[in-house]
Nanobody, 127 residues
């Protein structure tokens, strides 16, 4: 079975940094992708960043481009999200998700493409 577990969330001041980690285990096809979604209270789920492991390419949402960096350590199957220059609008629950297929389509991450989800980790950014 596939398991996805996030960690690294917390509370920081605006301008600060956090690094989220996501440990994945179990079989995922080589075409798999892993990425990050976030959801703030009362708002829709938003794709943040994802990496196509098979293709070796990344997608970063415009809202976080230049501030967030996604990476994957193939040796230990760990996904990272380095978040710098955090803003209050980044406050949300961040979810790590994995899929055996495509990572994004038409410049958007599609939630239904991701079949395996972590429990989420809270990120709070104060002004």
């Amino acid at each position: 079975q596939v398991q996805v577990v996030e960690s690294g969330g917390g509370s920081v001041q605006a301008g600060g940094s956090l690094r989220l980690s996501c440990a994945a285990s179990g079989y995922i096809p080589s075409s798999r992708c892993m990425g990050w979604f976030r959801q703030a209270p009362g708002k829709e789920r938003e794709g943040v960043a994802t990496i196509s492991i098979a293709e070796g390419t990344t997608y970063i949402a415009d809202s976080v481009k230049g501030r967030f960096t996604i990476s994957h350590d193939n040796a230990n199957s760990t996904l990272y999200l380095q978040m710098d220059n955090l803003k209050p609008e980044d406050t949300a629950i961040y979810y790590c998700a994995a899929a055996g297929g495509r990572c994004w389509f038409r410049n958007r991450m599609i939630s239904d493409d991701y079949n395996y989800w972590g429990q989420g980790t809270q990120v709070t950014v104060s002004s």
